[in-house]
């Protein structure tokens, strides 16, 4: 942007920062949108690219901004910006609306998806910004404040990795079919550590008579070519244990 002295140019033109920041800030956003993207491109200084960006208006003006500006900063503003705008095309559907995924691959923003699962009119809208939540505070919180048994499942399972948050929300989901669905995963969740314990003590015990076998050939001095593939298969415990007992903080 050429920038001249000229004092009978408009504010916006002019050399000194001050009196462009002053002139941007008196352009009307809707009729002047076209000098504010212009200034919010080209402008020198970062702090006047970005006080024209903040006055724009209107997703088209912003989505162009997007595809020309090389400014990652104020890029990642004009696309939060525009997630606002999706997100309040999503909350302000009704059921039976279609062709709303592109507004939904706009919100990226956790926050703004679960002011869509709480706000939104269809079951199928608020399942899709659900999924696309990962941070487990806010599926906590959304569990403390859902009230529609819609999502219960669904929102409980997102919570199968952490276990704590799942024993809070037994108590203190926000309704019943939540508070059933975190007891019914805690169970599951119980059930299969339990498993895994026998699982360990069972693979533990048959290291135990490993050892009991491999120390049984090694002080009598068995010759285990002798046994066939058992003796192969001793031979090589015998190994594993030998490399432990060189290197204690190896694995048998």
Same mark, same amino acid.
């Given at each position: ?20 920041? *002053? ?9 002047? #949108?076209?000098?504010?993207? $212009? ?20 997703? *088209? ?5 997007? @595809? =020309? ?10 696309? @939060?910006?525009? +997630?606002?705008? #999706?997100?309040? @095309?999503?909350?302000?559907? $009704? ?12 919100? $990226?923003?956790? $926050?703004?998806?679960? &002011? ?12 899709? +910004?659900?999924?696309?939540? /990962?941070? &487990? ?12 048994? /819609?999502? *219960? &499942? =669904? ?5 199968? #990795? ?8 037994? /108590?203190?989901?926000?309704? =019943? +079919?939540?508070?059933? /669905? %975190? ?24 290291? %135990? ?23 192969? @298969?001793?031979?090589?415990? =015998?190994? &594993? ?12």
């Amino acid at each position: 942007m050429a920038l001249f002295a000229n004092p009978f140019q408009p504010k916006w033109k002019r050399r000194d920062e001050s009196e462009r920041l *002053a002139g941007v800030e008196e352009l009307d956003p809707i009729q002047q #949108a076209d000098i504010l993207l $212009r200034i919010a491109l080209e402008d020198p200084s970062a702090q006047i690219r970005r006080t024209a960006l903040n006055r724009l208006e209107g997703e *088209a003006a912003l989505e162009e901004f997007c @595809r =020309k500006s090389s400014d990652p900063d104020l890029v990642d503003l004009a696309q @939060r910006r525009l +997630a606002g705008y #999706a997100r309040d @095309r999503l909350l302000s559907l $009704r059921s039976g609306s279609t062709h709303w995924e592109h507004w939904l691959e706009q919100v $990226r923003d956790e $926050r703004m998806l679960q &002011e869509i699962v709480l706000g939104g009119a269809m079951i199928e809208l608020c399942l899709a +910004a659900l999924e696309r939540i /990962h941070d &487990e505070e806010i599926l906590f919180d959304l569990g403390r404040k859902i009230r529609g048994k /819609h999502l *219960a &499942e =669904k929102l409980v399972q997102r919570l199968a #990795a952490y276990p704590e948050k799942l024993k809070l929300l037994a /108590h203190q989901g926000a309704n =019943k +079919a939540i508070r059933q /669905h %975190a007891r019914n995963l805690l169970a599951q969740i119980q059930a299969a550590a339990k498993q895994d314990n026998v699982g360990v003590d069972e693979e533990l015990a048959r290291m %135990a008579r490993c050892r009991e076998i491999v120390e049984y050939a090694r002080h009598t001095g068995a010759h285990t070519h002798n046994f066939g593939p058992v003796g192969e @298969r001793l031979q090589a415990m =015998k190994t &594993e244990l030998d490399q432990l007992e060189a290197d204690p903080n190896g694995e048998f």
